[in-house]
């Protein structure tokens, strides 16, 4: 496959493991579960317990096993057609999909703090107007 394909594949393929990632330990449809998960990381457990459950946590762990799965599926090599092309695009899609997962969470903040501000502002003119 061209290097230009091969980096194509690498920033598309980042989107859906971004998505996976995030969904699963930020998203509200899977907050039960990652309660749970959090409880079992309490200290006092056992240290392998602990660490398995922390990964449904952490989008950066989580990450790295949804790359794997994704690897898996597509067969995605990044630079060499060996074993090496694997562990490359093991961690370039991390390093990707973890930079996608920044600029949302930023976003988001953004898009909070905007909202935040035309509340306030909204109460603000509303006391004007009662005064």
Sequence with gaps: MP???QLVWLFVLAIPI???AWTITHEEIFRETREYCKRQCEPGRNVFR???FYLFTCEYCFCQYV???FLIV???KLLYQDWRGYLLALFALVWIANQYMSIYNRLRLDI???QIE???R???VQQRKAA
């Design 3 to 5: 290097i230009v394909l």
């Design 118 to 120: 035309i509340k306030t």
């Design 122 to 124: 909204e109460e603000d």
């Design 67 to 69: 790359v794997i799965l």
């Design 112 to 114: 909070k703090s905007e």
């Design 50 to 52: 602990r660490k398995f």
């Design 74 to 76: 597509t067969r995605y």
């Design 18 to 20: 971004a998505s996976i």
